[in-house]
């Protein structure tokens, strides 16, 4: 009876609370500066920052964040990062052959240069500048930066599948609604990359850029280094910034690694989080901006016949580029998020195997029984099974009447 | 997708295979035996290529085969074969209360993954969990907790969006088998499971040896010799001695 008068009362307390008003994000206007050992500010971002989290400045010198007050951020520098491991040029053999079997490759692969698909967690960030507030719920000035962005790849012969997709309120199941979006994205369109484009929130200062003579806001990129995929995506970054750095040196403001999601990056190897300028720029300068950044996608997707690099995200074409890492550029990302994983598994089963036995011999014997008993279920036949395993007499059906 | 380096598409192998062997291993603790958890699992990763449109208006809702479907008729065929009535009220109890978490949480709480000192994905998970086994004090309820609330609570969503009029897409376990609604389900079993045993091992766990209860399996015949003397015997004879072997009841206590 009791139970039923506690689901009662929590049932009515959720229908209550569901008819509340949804706030549009707090315009609270703060966002985080990074200090380094010398007191010098060295980046600049809305995101709020842990310890742990790290970054990587236009420059590329490397920082970790080691203290947190408030809205400063008080970093020590890891190092300068060679990016050029991260983009090689092809030898003079490799790149003649390549150009010549250009056209070729574009055939076979029906004319196409790429597929990249396209989304916006966040639906309604918007630029003040322009579209007169920072936040229009469901139909955010970011909409208009990702057709810039698509137009231009589409330019470039990139097919592109911007998605319109609302994923409003700006709250923190943003992302497991975007989630089904992108998902939806992979496994309908099988694109090469995904790019969740975003708008940073800071003063216009900290993006204002001028590459390629035209006044722009710069593009920052965000790596989600919570799962075990965050290394390979680690990786996919530096490379994107590499190949920027060569095209259009001064384009991307740096890289942001958050260690507090995913931001669904998990599901695509090749998936970035994209920052264009912030809510103070205004939009015209983010849409140029983000189009000047499509210039390096074909490069990265290995579709043009630019090199990527010893680790590379791009082809598998060129000598030794397996993406399992090299000699030049140690471990691929992708290999160490395989060793992440793979490490996790055989300490999560030994403490589970640990923890429901007792004792060593005990789990020992519970791993023996299981690669036994179990795979024969899935494999033998049960007369088989029947004569060969130790704990024959039971019938499977029974096993699972446990609760 | 055919254009990645090997060492990618490995990672992709790796990821999807460990994925789905944890997957396994928590479904036939939920009345399947190991096949018909792997044919779910089969059933799960089909189903994710299909969406049923439920709204067009105002806004536009689907629900995901393989993400919501499957797992919510499991849920509920949970709820139906509980054992008592009380059982029931505790499953559902236990979805009603996550389902609150995550739509007070995700209001509440920084909007930002990166503020928050675990992914949405996994907190929710996580309650969920910590939710049923308090609610249930079982793997079934957590499971039936986790996944119901999630659904739930993209129920209030879309209740909350259409009375605000704000537009927006709603994809009920649109992720499929990456879905949180699957997450959340799995990882609260495994919360479940880590809370019971490690309370179970704080009150001094299983005896082992002679005493060792009736019904409670014991992998190591080492430990308690009588067992493998009594699997001989059982095999030779008609007469099994129960009393001291453990081997009718299987072990996932």
Same mark, same amino acid.
């Given at each position: 009876m009791n139970n039923k008068l506690f689901a009662t009362i929590i049932a009515l307390f959720f229908i209550l609370t569901a008819s509340l008003c949804y706030a549009a994000p707090?315009?609270?206007n703060s966002y985080t500066t990074v200090l380094d050992e010398g007191g010098n500010t060295v980046y600049i971002t809305g995101w709020k920052m842990q310890v742990g989290d790290q970054m990587l400045t236009e420059n590329n010198r490397r920082y970790e964040v080691i203290r947190v007050e408030g809205n400063t951020a008080y970093a020590k520098l890891l190092g300068e990062v060679n990016l050029s491991a991260y983009y090689q040029e092809d030898s003079f053999l490799f790149s003649q052959l390549k150009a010549y079997l250009q056209p070729l490759i574009l055939a076979a692969q029906g004319g196409s240069n790429g597929k990249v698909a396209v989304y916006h967690t966040h639906s309604d960030e918007s630029y003040v500048?322009?579209?007169?507030?920072?936040s229009i719920l469901g139909a955010g000035g970011i909409y208009k930066v990702g057709d810039a962005f698509t137009s231009s790849l589409e330019k470039k012969g990139v097919t592109v599948i911007h998605s319109q997709a609302k994923h409003d309120?700006?709250?923190?199941?943003a992302y497991e609604r975007s989630r089904r979006t992108a998902m939806n994205l992979v496994k309908k369109e099988q694109p090469d990359a995904v790019f969740d484009i975003h708008r940073d929130a800071v003063p216009?200062?900290?993006?204002?850029g001028n590459v390629a003579g035209q006044d722009i806001s710069k593009v920052q990129l965000v790596v989600g280094?919570?799962?075990?995929t965050g290394k390979q995506i680690e990786d996919y970054a530096l490379q994107i910034k590499a190949a920027s750095d060569k095209k259009?040196?001064?384009?991307?403001k740096g890289i942001f690694f958050a260690k507090g999601g995913d931001y669904n990056q998990?599901?695509?190897?090749r998936s970035m989080l994209l920052e264009a +300028?912030?809510?103070?720029?205004d939009r015209e300068s983010a849409e140029k901006g983000i189009a000047l950044f499509s210039d390096v996608i074909p490069d990265i997707l290995g579709k043009s016949s630019a090199p990527t690099g010893p680790? $590379?995200? +791009?082809?598998?074409?060129? $000598?030794?580029?397996? +993406?399992?890492?090299? $000699? $030049? +550029?140690?471990?691929s990302g992708a290999s160490k998020s395989i060793g992440w994983i793979l490490g996790i598994l055989v300490v999560g089963v030994a403490a589970f195997l640990l923890l429901s036995t007792g004792s060593l011999k005990e789990a020992g014997s519970k791993l023996k029984n299981f690669t036994s008993t179990e795979f024969a279920n899935f494999l033998g036949s049960k007369k088989t099974k029947k004569r060969n395993?130790?704990?024959?007499?039971?019938?499977p059906d029974e096993e699972q009447q446990d609760k | 997708m055919m254009n990645m380096p090997l060492g990618m598409i490995l990672l992709l192998v790796v990821s999807v295979l460990v994925y789905f062997g944890l997957a396994q291993r928590i479904l036939?603790? %939920?009345?399947?035996t190991d096949k018909q958890a792997l044919m779910f699992i089969a059933g799960i990763v089909i189903g994710s290529f299909i969406d049923i449109p439920l709204?067009?208006?105002p806004m536009e809702v689907s629900i995901n085969v393989g993400g919501a479907v499957l797992p919510i008729i499991l849920s509920i065929y949970l709820i139906a074969k509980a054992d008592e009535t009380a059982e029931r009220v505790r499953a559902v109890t236990a979805a009603l209360l996550v389902a609150a978490t995550i739509s007070l949480g995700s209001r509440?709480?920084?909007? #930002?993954?990166?503020? %928050?000192?675990?992914d949405p994905k996994i907190i929710y998970g996580i309650s969920a969990g910590l939710i049923a086994y308090l609610a249930g004090r079982s793997r079934r309820s957590a499971f039936v907790g986790g996944v119901l609330g999630v659904v739930l609570s993209d129920i209030v969503h879309i209740v909350t969006l259409s009375g605000l009029d704000i537009p927006g897409t709603t994809a009920?376990?649109?992720?499929?088998?990456?879905?949180v609604t699957i997450i959340a389900g799995i990882l609260a079993v495994m919360i479940a499971e880590l809370v019971g045993e490690t309370r179970e091992k704080m009150q001094g766990g299983p005896v082992l040896?002679?005493?060792?209860? #009736?019904g409670l399996y014991e992998f190591?015949? #080492?430990?308690?010799p009588d067992n493998s003397k009594n699997l001989d015997s059982k095999k030779s004879s008609k007469?099994? #001695?129960?009393?001291?072997?453990?081997?009718e009841d299987k072990n996932h206590e």
């Open positions: 707090t315009p609270d500048p322009t579209d007169g507030k920072e309120p700006h709250d923190d199941m216009p200062e900290v993006y204002k280094k919570y799962g075990p259009h040196p001064g384009l991307v998990d599901l695509h190897p +300028g912030a809510h103070t720029n680790n $590379a995200a +791009g082809a598998t074409n060129s $000598a030794g580029n397996t +993406g399992l890492g090299s $000699a $030049a +550029g140690g471990l395993t130790p704990s024959s007499f039971k019938k | 036939d603790r %939920m009345r399947m709204m067009r208006s509440y709480l920084p909007y #930002e993954p990166e503020n %928050m000192f675990l009920i376990g649109g992720a499929g088998a990456f879905d040896g002679p005493n060792r209860p #009736e190591s015949k #080492e430990l308690h007469t099994p #001695e129960i009393k001291t072997s453990g081997k």
